[in-house]
C-alpha cells in the first residue's frame, strides 16, 4: 500500500505560513517615546488646560504693557490681546507638529509673546508719535527682523557645541531664578495700594498649601494636574474674599475673529529694523537655551538640526503675528517647569494647548474665563514652576566638572550678571536703548556671557597651555569639553 506524497508548493506555503506567525509572535512591540505619545482624551485635555492655565498671564503681559504705555484705547488693547493669543496657539502647533522636515522642533514646547522687544517697541512707539503711526513701523520692524532670524537659523543652530552643562545648567537655573520675582510682583499687582496685603499673601499660601497636599497625598493622574486643582480651589476660595473679578465676563462676546492689520499696513523704518534684528538674535538666543533643557527633561537628543527646525518655527510664528497684530513669539520658560511638575511629556499635549489657544483667540468670552483666576493664585503655581526649571538647572550643572576654577567662575559670573534685572529694577535705564535691549534682559545677557566664558576657559585656553602641570591641566579641559559636548549632542 502506497502513500499519497505531499504537493512541495502546499508543504512550502505552511511552513512559511508558520515561520510567518512565529515571527510575528515574538516580534517586539514598537516602543514610542513618551515625547511622541498620545494620551488618552481626558488626560490629554485636562494636562492641556493646565499647560494654558500656567502660561496665560504671560502671553497677556506684553500686549497690557504695550498698550498702557502707549496709552491705547480698550479695544486696540482687546486687538493686542487676542491677537498674541491667537499667534501663541499657531507657533505653538508649528513648534510641536512642525512642516514636514524643516520647521518644528517637534517637542512639548509653549510659545507665546516674547517680553525681549518691549523696550524697543515702546520707543518706536515714542518716536513716531503715537500709536497710529507707531504700530506700522513696530509690526514692520517685527516681520523684517523675524524673515532675517528664519534665514540664519541654520548658522546660529551650530552653537550647539558650545552649551556644554556647564553652560546650559548655568542658564537653566538663572531662567528659574530670574523669573521667581515675577510671580511675587503678581502678588503686588493684585493689590490697590501697591505693597502686598494679607489677603493676596494669605491665598497664595492657600494655593501652594493645596499645592504641596495634592502632591504629597494623590497618585497617578491626580498628582500631575493637581496644579489645575490648586489653580480652581484658589479662585473658589478667592470669591468670599472679594479678590476674584468676574465683571471681565458681563461684556465679552463668545466669537471675536481678530481683525488682520487692524493698526494699518506695516511700515519699514530702517532704524527700527536693525534694533528689531538685535531682539530676534536675543530671542533665538533664550530658546536655543530653552530647547536644550527641555530635551534633557524630556529625555530627548536636540542636535543641531532639532535647534534650527525650532528656531525656524519661532522665526515663522513671528513674522505671521503681526498679520493679527502681534508681537515676536518665543519659547515659554514656565511651561517647561510645569513639564518637570507634571512628567506629562507629550508633545500633542502641548498640541493641543495650541489649539486651545488659538480658540480663546477667537473667543473674547473665553479668554475672560481664564483671566478669572485672580494674581495671587498664578503667582502661587508659578513659584512651582520657576522654582523646578531652577532645580533642573542644578541638575545639569551636577553634570559639569565644578571642582575646576574656571567652570565654577562661568557659573557665578553667569548667575551674577543675569540676575541684575532681575533683582534691581531699572539697574540699566541709564543705558542707551541699544543697550537695553540685551541688558535688560537677564537670560540673554547670563547666556551670552556663558558661552563667551566658555569658550576663553574650556576651547582658547588649552591653546596658550603647555609643559608640565599646565599640559595636564589643558588635557583634563579638553577632556571635560569633550564629555560636555556628548552630554549635549547625545
Not at 226 to 239: D, N, P, R, V
Not at 425 to 443: C, E, K, N, R, T
Request: charged content about 10%.
Amino acid at each position: 500500500m502506497s502513500s499519497q506524497p505531499r504537493p512541495a508548493g502546499k508543504s512550502t506555503e505552511s511552513t512559511a505560513a508558520t515561520e510567518s506567525t512565529a515571527a510575528t509572535a515574538v516580534d517586539p512591540p514598537v516602543e514610542v517615546h513618551p515625547v511622541d505619545e498620545i494620551l488618552p482624551p481626558g488626560r490629554m485635555l485636562v494636562a492641556s488646560l493646565q499647560h494654558v492655565a500656567s502660561m496665560y498671564a504671560g502671553a497677556v503681559s506684553v500686549p497690557l504693557v504695550v498698550a498702557v504705555a502707549a496709552k491705547m484705547s480698550p479695544g486696540d488693547t482687546a486687538v493686542l490681546m487676542g491677537g498674541s493669543l491667537l499667534m501663541a496657539g499657531i507657533a505653538t502647533l508649528l513648534q510641536t507638529l512642525g512642516i514636514g522636515n524643516f520647521i518644528g522642533s517637534r517637542l512639548p514646547f509653549v510659545n507665546g509673546v516674547s517680553f525681549a522687544g518691549v523696550g524697543v517697541m515702546l520707543t518706536i512707539i515714542t518716536t513716531q508719535g503715537g500709536v497710529e503711526a507707531g504700530m506700522p513701523v513696530v509690526f514692520g520692524a517685527i516681520i523684517v527682523s523675524s524673515l532675517f532670524g528664519f534665514l540664519v537659523s541654520s548658522y546660529f543652530s551650530r552653537l550647539v557645541r558650545f552649551f556644554p552643562p556647564v553652560v546650559t545648567g548655568s542658564v537653566i537655573t538663572l531662567i528659574g531664578v530670574s523669573l521667581i520675582p515675577v510671580a511675587y510682583d503678581w502678588i503686588v499687582d493684585a493689590s490697590a495700594t501697591g505693597t502686598p496685603e494679607p489677603g493676596s499673601v494669605g491665598l497664595a499660601g492657600a494655593t501652594v498649601l493645596v499645592m504641596l497636599l495634592l502632591q504629597r497625598f494623590t497618585r497617578g493622574f491626580l498628582k500631575q494636574i493637581s496644579m489645575l486643582f490648586a489653580m480652581i480651589f484658589g479662585t473658589l476660595l478667592a470669591i468670599p474674599m472679594g479678590l476674584a473679578d468676574f465683571s471681565k465676563l458681563d461684556d465679552a462676546a463668545l466669537v471675536g475673529i481678530p481683525s488682520p492689520l487692524h493698526f494699518g499696513a506695516p511700515q519699514f523704518n530702517i532704524p527700527a529694523i536693525i534694533s528689531m534684528c538685535v531682539v530676534m538674535l536675543v530671542i533665538l538666543t533664550e530658546s536655543t537655551a530653552d530647547m536644550i533643557a527641555l530635551g534633557k527633561i524630556v529625555d530627548k537628543e536636540v542636535d543641531e538640526k532639532t535647534i534650527a527646525r525650532g528656531l525656524r518655527a519661532d522665526a515663522l510664528g513671528s513674522a505671521l503675528s503681526p498679520l493679527f497684530n502681534a508681537f515676536h513669539a518665543s519659547a515659554f520658560a514656565q511651561n517647561i517647569g510645569l513639564v518637570v511638575i507634571s512628567k506629562v511629556r507629550s508633545r500633542y499635549v502641548v498640541a493641543l494647548s495650541g489649539g486651545i489657544l488659538v480658540l480663546i483667540g477667537l473667543s473674547p468670552a473665553a479668554a475672560a474665563l481664564i483671566s478669572v483666576v485672580p494674581m495671587p493664585v498664578l503667582a502661587a503655581v508659578s513659584l512651582f514652576l520657576f522654582g523646578s526649571i531652577a532645580v533642573s538647572g542644578i541638575q545639569t550643572l551636577l553634570q559639569a566638572d565644578l571642582h575646576r576654577g574656571d567652570n565654577a567662575l562661568i557659573v557665578v559670573v553667569t548667575l551674577g550678571a543675569g540676575l541684575a534685572p532681575a533683582l534691581s529694577d531699572g539697574f540699566y535705564d541709564a543705558f542707551p536703548a541699544w543697550a537695553q535691549i540685551v541688558l535688560g534682559s537677564g537670560i540673554s545677557t547670563g547666556c551670552l556671557l556663558a558661552v563667551a566664558l566658555n569658550l576663553v576657559f574650556n576651547h582658547l585656553g588649552g591653546a596658550v597651555r603647555s609643559g608640565g602641570a599646565g599640559s595636564a591641566e589643558s588635557a583634563r579641559s579638553a577632556g571635560s569639553a569633550a564629555e560636555a559636548e556628548a552630554v549635549v549632542t547625545h
